[in-house]
Structure formats: structure tokens, C-alpha cells
């Protein structure tokens, strides 16, 4: 994977829009620095690039008061603390368009998926 790191929600669509073209996932925590907060960083990220996937991350349940904009918009929620192989799946799950209602441990449905 080619990865655009950045500190913030304003630096992250800084990098994008310096990048020129469209990412295919974006993982981003609830909360960040410089008043952005990641449902409002994905919002963004998606206007400017449509079909863009994006996991959001969190070690705080009371930051999902409102689902309805993960499941409307199809985004992945992983709870922290998670393993790099939870993460890896998540990802897998979600480049490979699966359900994102589907907890991030479930195992995917193509047992030849990457």
C-alpha cells in the first residue's frame, strides 16, 4: 500500500489535494487535532473523491451517538484497541467492498480474498 500520512483533518486534505488523485481508503481516528473530527474529515475526503472507503477508529463508544451517517455513507468502525491483523482485515474488508455493518472480525466471504 502507498500511504499519505498527516497530523490532522486540514493537513490530510491538504495532502490529498497536493496528491492530484484520488485515494482509495482513508483511516482516520474520531477525534484529531485542529478541530476537524474525522466523520467530518471522511465527508469531505468523499465529496472530493466519491467511492473513496473509509475507516474510522476510535477508543471512545460515546463518539457513536449517531451511526447513521457510518451506515449511510457504507464506513467501517474499528473500536481500539485492535491488533495490526484486525486492522489488516479491516482494511482487506474494505478495499474489497464488504458490507460495513459486517464487524471487522468476521471473516470475509471469499475464502481467495486477499
Request: with cysteine; aromatic share 4%.
Amino acid at each position: 500500500y502507498e500511504v499519505v500520512e498527516a497530523g490532522s483533518g486540514p493537513a490530510a486534505l491538504e495532502a490529498l489535494r497536493q496528491r492530484g488523485r484520488k485515494v482509495d481508503l482513508l483511516l482516520a481516528d474520531m477525534i484529531m487535532p485542529d478541530g476537524m473530527t474525522g466523520s467530518e474529515l471522511a465527508e469531505q475526503v468523499m465529496a472530493l473523491h466519491p467511492g473513496t472507503k473509509v475507516i474510522l477508529t476510535s477508543g471512545y463508544s460515546n463518539q457513536l451517538e449517531d451511526t447513521s451517517f457510518l451506515l449511510e455513507n457504507g464506513i467501517l468502525f474499528l473500536p481500539k484497541p485492535y491488533s495490526p491483523q484486525t486492522l489488516c482485515e479491516a482494511i482487506r474488508k474494505s478495499l474489497g467492498g464488504l458490507s460495513a455493518a459486517q464487524p471487522a472480525d468476521t471473516p470475509p466471504r471469499d475464502s481467495n480474498a486477499a
